[in-house]
T-cell receptor, first 114, second 115 residues
């Protein structure tokens, strides 16, 4: 069964600290993996997209890594800011259809305290 | 910021009422989607469209219907709202199939409460 599991479910860190969010998936055949940030009351916004051949991709203070062999991804946030408080969602796409079926994780709720 | 708009942002309505959730995008995207999201849960696809006059049901069984008469407009209708329809509804769009790695652009959602 194709699944996307994220950990931790929630995380609280102090402003300025770094953190790493995890995503494990069983989706096959794999096409790409995306990380989205969803602020409370808003729609998700794309942070990164990685294909099979990409190991790492950065977007400002956000760095995503992908290990397609172990089917794991991480999102590292450097020097956290209060505005980083949000839900971070891992989404994996398969190659089994022209639609590119998307499998969503439940997200990690990150809270950054001053 | 993506140019995709949903109205209303919040809606409280009584059981049995007919409602339409609006979604419009100005990016010329062919593909559009409706997702349902409950707190702490993953997004579930309820409808999608490849283009004008194309609509398909998603993975989650839904009593709603959609239409795609114009590229930019993808409204979702509930003929008779029930409390079980209480949820967050997110509309999204993406570029054509030639760009399979293009991201989804989401609207800010409609929070529906059926009393």
């Amino acid at each position: 069964k194709n699944q996307v599991e994220q950990s931790p479910q929630s995380l609280i860190i102090l402003e300025g600290k770094n953190c790493t969010l995890q995503c494990n998936y069983t989706v096959s055949p794999f096409s790409n993996l995306r990380w989205y940030k969803q602020d409370t009351g808003r729609g998700p916004v794309s942070l990164t997209i990685m294909t099979f051949s990409e190991n790492t991709k950065s977007n400002g203070r956000y760095t995503a890594t992908l290990d397609a062999d172990t089917k794991q991804s991480s999102l590292h946030i450097t020097a956290s800011q209060l505005s980083d408080s949000a839900s971070y969602i891992c989404v994996v796409s398969d190659r089994g259809s022209t639609l590119g079926r998307l499998y969503f994780g439940r997200g990690t709720q990150l809270t950054v305290w001053p | 910021e993506a140019d995709i708009y949903q109205t209303p942002r919040y809606l409280v309505i009584g059981t049995g009422k007919k409602i339409t959730l609006e979604c419009s995008q100005t990016m010329g995207h062919d593909k559009m989607y409706w997702y349902q999201q409950d707190p702490g849960m993953e997004l579930h696809l309820i409808h999608y469209s490849y283009g004008v006059n194309s609509t398909e049901k998603g993975d989650l069984s839904s009593e709603s219907t959609v239409s795609r008469i114009r590229t930019e407009h993808f409204p979702l209708t509930l003929e008779s709202a029930r409390p079980s329809h209480t949820s967050q509804y997110l509309c999204a769009s993406s570029a054509r199939e030639a760009e399979p790695n293009s991201p989804l652009h989401f609207g800010n959602g409609t929070r529906l409460t059926v009393t």
